[in-house]
């Protein structure tokens, strides 16, 4: 005998098609919280090198325009510091002669971020000083650790990564000869 039931089928989703709704979901919020924590990565870094960028840039306008010493008397130098490893750098301002190093500002970089490969004229160094010299803006460049104690015309590049990871990096440049500044 045959039986003339029909079986009525409720409106819904299997339980097959929710677990592959749930994994889709939990894949794309991974992949947008990992691509989130790249962007401030990148961030950190893009920040960090603006402002070494500007601030070298601002010591060599100080020295182009005739700013003077805080003392009130002609400006020596104006320069800039930054040693590997440290979370901050330093501009300065020093008297013709060498005396009375003044330091006029000092940046603290994002715990995130670190300084390293210091190159001055080729050679690795732990520090460098950039200072712009009067009246048209020659850069001397002076590595701590290499042979170039205080070399005129030569070129020296460090990188800003974040905690040490190539992945976020930039390298500023600083070329003692044309006198540009860059940030790759």
Known sequence: MKSNTKI??????????????????VVLSGSIIANF????????????????????RQMQNNIL????????????????EITSGQ?????????????SKQTLETVTLPD???????????????????????PFGKIQITGIGTS?????NVVSSFKVRFR???????????DGITGKISVE
């Open 164 to 174: 040490g990871e190539t992945l976020g990096e930039k390298t500023v440049h600083v």
């Open 8 to 25: 009525k089928l409720s409106p819904g989703f299997t339980m097959v098609e929710l677990i592959v709704i749930l994994a889709i979901t």
């Open 148 to 152: 170039y104690s205080q070399a005129i």
């Open 37 to 56: 924590r790249n962007g401030d990565r990148s961030r950190d870094v893009r920040v960090a090198t603006d402002s070494i960028q500007s601030a070298l």
């Open 65 to 80: 325009s005739g700013v003077q010493h805080p003392s009130g008397s002609p400006a020596g130098d104006f320069g800039f």
């Open 112 to 134: 995130s971020v670190t300084i390293s490969n210091i190159i001055v004229g080729g050679q690795a160094a732990s520090k460098i000083e950039v200072r712009f010299l009067p």
């Open 87 to 99: 979370k901050n750098y330093l501009t300065f301002s020093e008297l013709p002669g060498g005396g």
